[in-house]
């Protein structure tokens, strides 16, 4: 039976009244959004305190415009099969957002031409102003109505895999649901529900193909229209990646090469030794190495909150009084369902500023270390909340970058603490081995997707069959020593369960920086918590209002992807992994 998630606004507390917008506004009514924009278009701005009244102002219409979107877009996640989300949601992409972005850059120029803007204080605003130079800089009118096609192409993913089940013992499931049965130890359960799954998943491979084809030829538009030759470029200064550049990337790739690479290879030694078999196959990666039957930690998502509770409060009690507010004032959805989408977030509803977390529980020992990552996304919205940062600070404008930092050390943190809480010690001390096990792997899959995104928008006419290609190549040289052999064809289409690359195309990176972040700050808490857990509340407090290597540095972390900063994590990484 389905939860209902109405985001009722008299069930959560708004607690940051209105100054500008009427506290009642229908803002998908187009006349009345235009004469907002008209009013903030029109306003003489004649100082300093008469522009920080005006940004004050606009931060504030993007704040509610922005939550009606999320709202929108967490209700129709939530449930992929019901038209009306669908419909309310796709309404206000194709209405309410094209007039909001048309908007906000005729904003953009007004502060940009105000010579008042030389009066604020430099240090304050220099991320803002650079900000709106950018975005003038890139913004073009036609590009409006291709990003409109975009977000609906993109969404069709959605729908297309949130509708993927099978029948499995007399049951239909979804995905993440037979995901489970990959760690039981008969390997003919594994291997039976591994061709199910993947199998139908091939039904959906040429829709799939389709819409990708679609989208990589959308963003070549754009870019083009922007005067760039490829996306890649253009979406690097999209994202405001002003402090690193492709050859970074690059050299993320080399040092994952070099270094993790050879411990994943020493891992599935380890694996197919521990499991006997020979060869190893994709279907032997989720399941025990000694054979165990799978952790199941919980039950129940009330069962899955008291327990991460638990653990935050090891780690710091105010955490954990913010994941037990959450979950009062109903801002988790986290069971797997038929119709939910796949995947995992934390959203910030940017005018209450409280964020809401969603995900596809099912009682498998990765749905704690989930929700441990989207709590550390959440405990960022609650650090910025009092702040008294803009819009342009908060939400989605905070740097992916740190963002990832706030969620993945509050994962790798959190997962010092299972003991007692989800498990005994010799499970805990088990769950946090496959864990770190996990990351190893993750490092490598994140430059497996970030290495065929500068592949796939430097050469946006490639062939289904050169894409597929690319694919394989990448995976052997990031991956691991699992065969393949009779299934290439699964392999070939592997990358389309990865929404990243349908819904936020180079959003992946980041997870990699991030990790480098992460890996620091989870070093420094097993030596000292105090003043690691210090390092990350002041780092998170700055929201987005610094450069990126300014909150890096914040954080007390150096701004480094390379071999010189991996090399060292994976040494750690390593003796984590021969300990246990």
């Known amino acids: 039976m389905e939860r209902a998630l109405s985001f009722e606004y008299s069930h959560l507390p708004h607690e940051y009244p209105r100054q500008f917008l009427p506290s009642k506004i229908d803002l998908t009514d187009l006349s009345r959004l235009k004469e907002l924009f008209h009013d903030l278009q029109s306003r003489?701005?004649?100082?300093?305190?008469?522009?920080?009244?005006?940004?004050?102002?606009?931060?504030?219409?993007?704040?509610?415009?922005?939550?009606?979107?999320?709202?929108?877009?967490?209700?129709?996640?939530?449930?992929?099969?019901?038209?009306?989300?669908?419909?309310?949601?796709?309404?206000?992409?194709?209405?309410?957002?094209?007039?909001?972005?048309?908007?906000?850059?005729?904003?953009?120029?007004?502060?940009?031409?105000?010579?008042?803007?030389?009066?604020?204080?430099?240090?304050?605003?220099?991320?803002?102003?650079r900000k709106m130079e950018n975005n003038v800089a890139l913004f073009r009118e036609k590009n409006v109505e291709l990003e409109k096609e975009e977000t609906k192409l993109a969404q069709s993913f959605q729908k297309t895999t949130g509708a993927m089940t099978v029948l499995y013992e007399g049951q239909e499931r979804t995905m993440q649901q037979m995901g489970r049965f990959l760690e039981e130890p008969d390997r003919g359960v594994r291997e039976k529900t591994?061709?199910?799954?993947?199998?139908?998943?091939?039904?959906?491979?040429?829709?799939?193909n389709h819409v990708y084809d679609q989208l990589i030829a959308l963003r070549q538009r754009i870019a083009e229209n922007a005067g760039f030759d490829?996306?890649?470029?253009?979406?690097?200064?999209?994202?405001?990646?002003?402090?690193?550049?492709?050859?970074?990337?690059?050299?993320?790739?080399?040092?994952?090469?070099?270094?993790?690479?050879?411990?994943?290879?020493?891992?599935?030694?380890?694996?197919?030794?521990?499991?006997?078999?020979?060869?190893?196959?994709?279907?032997?990666?989720?399941?025990?190495?000694?054979?165990?039957?799978?952790?199941?930690?919980?039950?129940?998502?009330?069962?899955?909150?008291?327990g991460c509770v638990k653990v935050f409060e090891k780690v710091n009690p105010d955490f954990a009084a913010k994941l037990k507010r959450m979950a009062g004032l109903n801002l988790l959805d986290l069971e797997s369902r038929k119709g939910k989408a796949p995947g995992g977030y934390n959203m910030e509803l940017a005018e209450i500023r409280l964020p809401f977390v969603f995900m596809n529980a099912v009682g498998r020992d990765g749905d704690?270390?989930?929700?441990?990552?989207?709590?550390?996304?959440?405990?960022?919205?609650?650090?910025?909340?009092?702040?008294?940062?803009?819009?342009q600070y908060r939400a989605e404008n905070v740097p992916l970058e740190i963002a990832e930092v706030a969620?993945?050390?509050?994962?790798?943190?959190?997962?010092?603490?299972?003991?007692?809480?989800?498990?005994?010690?010799?499970?805990?001390?088990?769950?946090?081995?496959?864990?770190?096990?996990?990351?190893?792997?993750l490092l490598a899959w994140i430059a497996t997707i970030d290495a065929f995104q500068h592949w796939i928008y430097t050469h946006p006419s490639h062939t289904r069959e050169e894409r597929q290609n690319q694919w394989v190549k990448l995976r052997k040289r990031f991956g691991g020593a699992e065969s393949?052999?009779?299934?290439?064809?699964?392999?070939?289409?592997?990358?389309?369960?990865?929404?990243?690359?349908?819904?936020?195309?180079?959003?992946?990176?980041?997870?990699?920086?991030?990790?480098?972040?992460?890996?620091?700050?989870?070093?420094?808490?097993?030596?000292?918590?105090?003043?690691?857990?210090s390092a990350y509340q002041r780092a998170l407090a700055l929201g987005g209002s610094k450069p990126l290597p300014e909150l890096f540095k914040a954080a007390e972390l150096p701004f480094d992807f390379g071999p010189r900063t991996i090399e060292p994590y994976a040494d750690e990484l390593r003796d984590v992994l021969v300990q246990r």
């Open 44 to 129: 003489p701005v004649h100082s300093a305190s008469d522009l920080e009244k005006w940004l004050k102002d606009e931060s504030e219409l993007a704040s509610a415009l922005a939550e009606e979107q999320s709202i929108r877009y967490a209700r129709m996640t939530c449930q992929t099969d019901d038209p009306a989300r669908e419909r309310d949601y796709l309404f206000f992409i194709e209405n309410v957002e094209p007039e909001a972005k048309l908007g906000f850059s005729q904003l953009d120029r007004k502060y940009l031409g105000t010579p008042a803007r030389k009066s604020l204080p430099h240090e304050e605003y220099f991320v803002l102003d």
């Open 194 to 208: 591994w061709l199910l799954s993947e199998s139908r998943r091939q039904k959906d491979r040429d829709t799939l």
């Open 230 to 306: 490829n996306y890649r470029d253009y979406i690097f200064r999209k994202k405001e990646r002003f402090d690193y550049t492709p050859e970074d990337c690059f050299r993320y790739h080399e040092a994952v090469e070099q270094h993790i690479v050879p411990l994943i290879h020493e891992l599935d030694k380890e694996r197919k030794k521990g499991l006997g078999v020979e060869p190893l196959r994709p279907w032997d990666l989720a399941v025990d190495p000694k054979g165990r039957p799978a952790l199941r930690p919980f039950k129940t998502s009330s069962e899955l909150i008291h």
């Open 368 to 391: 704690v270390w989930t929700l441990l990552h989207e709590s550390g996304h959440a405990f960022h919205v609650f650090a910025v909340r009092d702040k008294g940062l803009p819009y």
């Open 407 to 441: 969620s993945q050390a509050m994962e790798i943190i959190g997962g010092e603490h299972l003991e007692g809480t989800f498990y005994n010690k010799e499970d805990a001390a088990r769950s946090k081995r496959e864990h770190v096990a996990s990351i190893v792997k």
């Open 484 to 533: 393949w052999n009779g299934y290439e064809e699964f392999l070939q289409s592997q990358w389309q369960r990865q929404l990243h690359l349908f819904e936020v195309p180079f959003y992946y990176i980041e997870y990699g920086i991030a990790f480098m972040g992460a890996l620091g700050l989870w070093t420094r808490y097993r030596k000292d918590r105090s003043a690691a857990i």
